[in-house]
Nanobody, 114 residues
């Protein structure tokens, strides 16, 4: 059974930081690239960052230089360190396999106030 559990979201002021965590079942995590996605109100879900099983990373233009994706393969966990947060980063954040995501978890809400 595929399971994705995101955590770490919250309310933060602009310029602040948050660290998101995602615990994934082995079937989706092992040997796969993983991504952090986000969906802002009224917008489509978008890929924010991705990481290969070996640790190579890639970022969308918006969070580049502010967000860092990492993973712990022993713990089947992927992280997203978010610094210098902006109001436009407000969204529900999800993790999933990249490409070809599986069923989505509940996500974790990040709200950045100005």
């Amino acid at each position: 059974q595929v399971q994705l559990v995101e955590s770490g979201g919250g309310l933060v002021q602009a310029g602040g930081s948050l660290r998101l965590s995602c615990a994934a079942s082995g079937s989706i995590f092992r040997f796969n690239s993983m991504g952090w996605y986000r969906q802002a109100p009224g917008k489509q879900r978008e890929l924010v960052a991705r990481i290969t099983y070996g640790g190579s990373t890639n970022y969308a233009d918006s969070p580049k230089g502010r967000f860092t994706i990492s993973r712990d393969n022993a713990k089947n966990t992927v992280y997203l360190q978010m610094n210098s947060l902006k109001p436009e980063d407000t969204a529900v954040y999800y993790c999933n396999r990249w490409p070809n995501p599986e069923s989505w978890g509940q996500g974790t809400l990040v709200t950045v106030s100005s």
